[in-house]
C-alpha cells in the first residue's frame, strides 16, 4: 500500500507519518520547506523521540519527500491509496488544486482503486472543507467519478508535539508526548479500511471531535493565554500556576456538561479524560511554549472552534461559563510579534473595542449579556 502525507511537520512526522510507515505503508512526504525535503530525501529516516511515563526513541525509514508544489505530487496523487494532511487549517485551501490536479490525472490513467484522504487537522469536519475545496476545482464529470471512487474520511487527531527544542539541532528530529489518538469516521471510507495500528475506526465521529476539540484545544488555549498573561514561558509552568489552572479546569468541565449533554458522555469517565489532559499539560519534557500553543487566536475564537462553540453550549443549555468567559477575554489579550492573526486582534480591539471586536471575530451579538460578561473579564484581566 502507498500513501502520501501532505505536511512534514510536527504531527505529520511525529504522528501520522509514523503510524503510516509504522503499518508498512510505502510512504512519501509533500511538503514547501526544502530544507525538511532534502534532509529526507538524503536520509529516509529520522527520529521520534518519546517522552513521558515511558520515553523511548523510535526510528522512522523508507520514507521519501517531494515538493508539494511540482508535479510529482499530482504523479503520487493518480497513484497512492491514501493521502493524509497536516498542514493546518488554513493551508487546506492551498493543497486542494494539487489534489484536483491529481485526481483528474486519476481518472484519466484509468485507476479506479479505492483512494481515501483523511485531513487530520484540529478543526471540526477538515477532511469535509478540503472536499468542498477539491469539488470546486473539478467539472461535473470529473466530480462524479470522485464521489464514485474517493473516500473524503473526517477524522479527529489528539498527541501533543511541539517543535522540537532538541540540541541536537536535527531538522527531522521530533519529540513527542506518549499519548496519542487519531480516531476516523469509519462511514466515509470507499474501499476496506486501511489496517494502520493506531487508527480507530468511528462510526460516531462527532463525538470524538468535539470531545477533544472542546477539552483538551479549549484547556490548551486557555492555559496558553492566561499563562502569557502570568508571564509563564511554557504549558507545563502556567498549568503548575493554581490560578490558572482553576479557570482551565472550570472552563473544560462547563464544556464537559455541554459535551455530557450531547452526546451522553458518561459523567465520571469525562472527568477522568480532563485529569488525564491536565496530567499531560504537565509534561515537562515536551517544552510547548504558550505562544505557540496560544497562536492564531482569531481562529481561535471563531464561531465554530474551541471556545465560541463550548461557551454557545452552555447558553442553549444554561449552563455556567464563567471559566469559558474567562478564556475567551484571555484570548483578546494574546500577544505575538510573529503571528498575524495577534496583530490583526490587536489592531481591531485598538479601532473597535472589545465588545465589537469580539462580536465580529467570533459572531456572538455585541448586545447579548456573555459578550457583557466578557468584556468585563477583559477589562478585570487588565
Ligand atoms: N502539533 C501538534 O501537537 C498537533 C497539531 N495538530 C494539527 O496538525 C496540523 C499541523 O500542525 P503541526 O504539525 O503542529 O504544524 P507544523 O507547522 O509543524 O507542520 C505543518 C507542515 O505543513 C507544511 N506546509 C505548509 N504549507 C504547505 C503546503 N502548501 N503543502 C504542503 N505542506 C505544507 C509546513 O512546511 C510544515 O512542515 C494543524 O492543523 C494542527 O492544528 C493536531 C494535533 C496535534
Ligand atoms: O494547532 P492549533 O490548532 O493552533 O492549536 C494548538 C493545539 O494543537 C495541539 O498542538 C495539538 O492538539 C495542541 O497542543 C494545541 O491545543
Same mark, same amino acid.
Given at each position: ?34 530544507? &525538511? ?25 523508507g520514507v521519501n519527500a517531494v515538493s508539494s508544489a511540482g508535479d510529482a505530487v499530482i504523479d503520487l496523487i493518480a497513484d497512492v491509496d491514501l ?40 478543526? &471540526? ?9 477539491? #469539488? ?24 501533543? &508535539? ?53 477539552? #483538551? ?11 502569557? +498573561? ?16 482553576? &479557570? ?52 481561535? #475564537? ?34 505575538? +510579534? ?45
Amino acid at each position: 500500500m502507498k500513501a502520501l502525507h501532505f505536511g512534514a511537520g510536527n504531527i505529520g512526522r511525529g504522528f501520522i507519518g509514523k503510524l503510516l510507515a509504522d503499518a508498512g505503508i510505502s510512504l512519501t512526504f509533500a511538503d514547501v520547506n526544502q530544507a &525538511v525535503l532534502d534532509a529526507l530525501n538524503a536520509r529516509h529516516s529520522y527520529q521520534v523521540h518519546v517522552v513521558g511515563e515511558q520515553e523511548q526513541v523510535d526510528t522512522v525509514s523508507g520514507v521519501n519527500a517531494v515538493s508539494s508544489a511540482g508535479d510529482a505530487v499530482i504523479d503520487l496523487i493518480a497513484d497512492v491509496d491514501l493521502i493524509t494532511t497536516a498542514v493546518g487549517p488554513v493551508v487546506l485551501e492551498r493543497i486542494a488544486p494539487a489534489i484536483a490536479k491529481g485526481l483528474i490525472k486519476r481518472r484519466a490513467a484509468g485507476n479506479d482503486r479505492p483512494l481515501n484522504i483523511i485531513a487530520c487537522e484540529n478543526m &471540526v469536519r477538515g477532511t469535509s472543507e478540503l472536499k468542498a475545496c477539491v #469539488l470546486k476545482a473539478l467539472g461535473e464529470e470529473d466530480k462524479t467519478w470522485v464521489e464514485a471512487h474517493v473516500g473524503f474520511v473526517d477524522s479527529a487527531v489528539d498527541r501533543i &508535539v511541539p517543535p522540537s527544542a532538541r540540541a541536537d539541532d536535527d531538522p527531522l528530529a521530533v519529540t513527542v508526548e506518549t499519548f496519542s489518538e487519531w480516531i476516523v469516521d469509519k462511514t466515509q471510507f470507499k474501499g476496506a479500511l486501511p489496517p494502520i495500528p493506531g487508527m480507530e475506526p468511528t462510526d460516531n465521529l462527532m463525538a470524538f471531535v468535539e470531545r477533544k476539540l472542546f477539552t #483538551l484545544n479549549t484547556g490548551h488555549a486557555i492555559t496558553a493565554w492566561l499563562g502569557q +498573561q502570568a508571564g509563564h514561558q511554557t504549558i507545563c509552568e502556567a498549568i503548575l500556576d493554581k490560578n490558572v489552572r482553576a &479557570v482551565v479546569q472550570s472552563a473544560m468541565e462547563e464544556s464537559g456538561e455541554v459535551l455530557i449533554r450531547r452526546y451522553g458522555f458518561d459523567a465520571a469517565s469525562h472527568a477522568a479524560y480532563i485529569q488525564k489532559i491536565l496530567g499531560r499539560f504537565e509534561n515537562p519534557y515536551l517544552k510547548d511554549d504558550v505562544e505557540r500553543v496560544g497562536r492564531q487566536p482569531l481562529r481561535k #475564537l471563531s464561531a465554530g472552534d474551541r471556545l465560541i462553540k463550548p461557551l454557545l453550549g452552555t447558553l442553549e443549555y444554561g449552563l455556567p461559563h464563567a471559566g469559558l468567559v474567562k478564556g475567551i477575554a484571555a484570548g483578546l489579550r494574546y500577544q505575538s +510579534q510573529e503571528d498575524a492573526q495577534a496583530q490583526q486582534l490587536m489592531q481591531l480591539l485598538a479601532e473597535k473595542g472589545p465588545r465589537d471586536a469580539l462580536a465580529q471575530i467570533s459572531g456572538l451579538d455585541a448586545n447579548s449579556s456573555v459578550v457583557t460578561e466578557v468584556v468585563n473579564a477583559y477589562n478585570t484581566q487588565a
